[in-house]
């Protein structure tokens, strides 16, 4: 499952079309596999760079897609092409999908209160057959009491939407625990209930994406500068390689 990861700034990706990656997950749901899915941006990759203790979760997980159009870049740049992004969001929408198609059941974690509930309403109205077992906000106190739910009511597939690291933390200390597919979705939950737009077609094709977030909600400045200092440390990596 490791062959072939590409390294970017020490974040190893698996380099596969998002066909092979949907085909696997559907193997893992056949034979009831645990995975953990995580979908570093270069945010992320770069948390991974400063923290040798996150960087080891998210090296060690079943799979790690490339998320966002500057994990593309880099690893173009780098003289090592990937296929394509895979996004968190589109690996949600395929599995939301598949579980409908299945009757899997299906566990919700994160975000607030407001939007796990629409988040809910979205999956009795759209996805009738996902059989969802448990959901819970992320403001939770007590870890124990939370998996404890969802040991009782073994879920297929566990979305956990606390953000980054938080997210990777809860999964990699717990997924040992219940047999599933494990992914932390970010933010996911916000487009996926509505209460968020994502980006329009085009935007996502141009790899705007970013940008389009940064229009909407300003206060996102502070994250977004990890993208300039993210290629900065790619151009010095690929000087070192020259």
């Known amino acids: 499952m490791h062959k072939n990861r590409i390294d970017i700034l020490g974040t190893k990706f698996d380099n596969f079309t998002e066909k092979q990656f949907h085909k696997y997950l559907i193997d893992d749901l056949d034979v009831k596999s645990n995975r953990f899915i995580v979908t570093p941006n270069p945010e992320i990759v770069l948390s991974a760079r400063e923290n040798s203790k996150f960087s080891k979760i998210v090296?060690?997980?079943d799979y790690v897609i490339p998320d966002g159009i500057g994990i593309i870049k880099g690893a173009n740049s780098l003289g090592t092409p990937m296929h394509g992004r895979i996004t968190g969001f589109d690996t949600l929408m395929f599995l939301m999908?598949?579980?409908?198609?299945?009757?899997s059941k299906v566990y919700l974690l994160g975000s607030k209160p407001d939007v796990i509930e629409a988040s809910v309403k979205r999956i009795k109205r759209e996805f009738k057959d996902i059989d969802l077992v448990g959901y819970h906000d992320g403001y939770f106190k007590d870890e124990q009491a939370i998996i404890d739910d969802i040991v009782a009511k073994?879920?297929?597939?566990?979305?956990?939407?606390l953000g980054s690291p938080k997210q990777e933390y809860f999964i990699n200390n717990y997924k040992e625990l219940n047999p599933a597919i494990w992914i932390g979705v970010g933010g996911s939950f916000d487009v996926f209930s509505g209460t968020k737009k994502r980006a329009p077609k085009m935007i996502q094709k141009l790899g705007m994406e970013w940008f389009y977030r940064l229009v909407k909600e300003p206060t996102r400045i502070g994250r977004m500068m990890a993208i300039p200092k993210y290629m900065h440390l790619?151009?010095?990596?690929?000087?070192?390689?020259?």
């Open 59 to 61: 090296n060690d997980a």
């Open 154 to 161: 073994k879920p297929n597939i566990v979305f956990v939407a």
């Open 97 to 103: 999908k598949t579980a409908n198609k299945r009757g």
């Open 234 to 242: 790619i151009k010095k990596e690929r000087k070192n390689k020259d």
